[in-house]
């Protein structure tokens, strides 16, 4: 229920629409059905620690790629995914909602270096490589992340170089 909630992009007032209740009580009548709390306080987060958890196990004995990319959300927020690569599959390690935040690359700095210290922390992954978008904030601090660490790879996503180049032209 969880998962479907957040991959359909449902509101959590989902589970108090009439037609949902009614399909709901003959599907399984004797069941309980889940209010919006039990959705947002217990199962949702609960799916995503099960996710957590698989990703760990996924990435479990490989080096790791970090990509960060930032975008302006409709609603005006400012969102930052970071994404970890290992087996030639993507994984979403952390999605940040930072609308207090202006983009510079010493915020980005921040987050990437709190990422990384996670992933090599907390779930024993050795970070290889950090690849960011084109932006000159993102450049900046990935230029600032390679001088602190250097035995980083650090890189502009190829994708955002090559579609930012007839843009501009």
Aim: charged fraction near 20%.
């Amino acid at each position: 229920m969880a998962r479907l909630t957040v991959s359909a992009g449902l509101p959590f007032i989902w589970v108090d629409n009439p037609e949902w209740l009614a399909f709901f009580s003959k599907l399984l009548p004797t069941a309980k059905r889940p209010s919006q709390k039990t959705l947002t306080c217990r199962l949702i987060p609960k799916a995503v620690e099960e996710l957590h958890a698989e990703v760990k196990a996924t990435v479990c004995g490989h080096n790791v790629t970090v990509q960060a990319d930032r975008w302006t959300g409709i609603n005006n927020h400012y969102l930052i995914a970071f994404m970890v690569t290992a087996n030639q599959k993507v994984h979403t390690v952390h999605m940040y909602d930072t609308p207090d935040e202006h983009k510079m690359a010493d915020n980005l700095l921040a987050h990437l270096e709190e990422v990384i210290k996670e992933l090599e922390d907390e779930w024993g992954r050795p970070v290889i490589t950090v690849v960011t978008d084109s932006s000159g904030e993102s450049h900046a601090a990935h230029w600032r992340l390679g001088k602190k660490y250097p035995w980083l790879i650090v890189l502009d996503c190829h994708a955002h170089q090559v579609c930012y180049v007839p843009c501009i032209g």
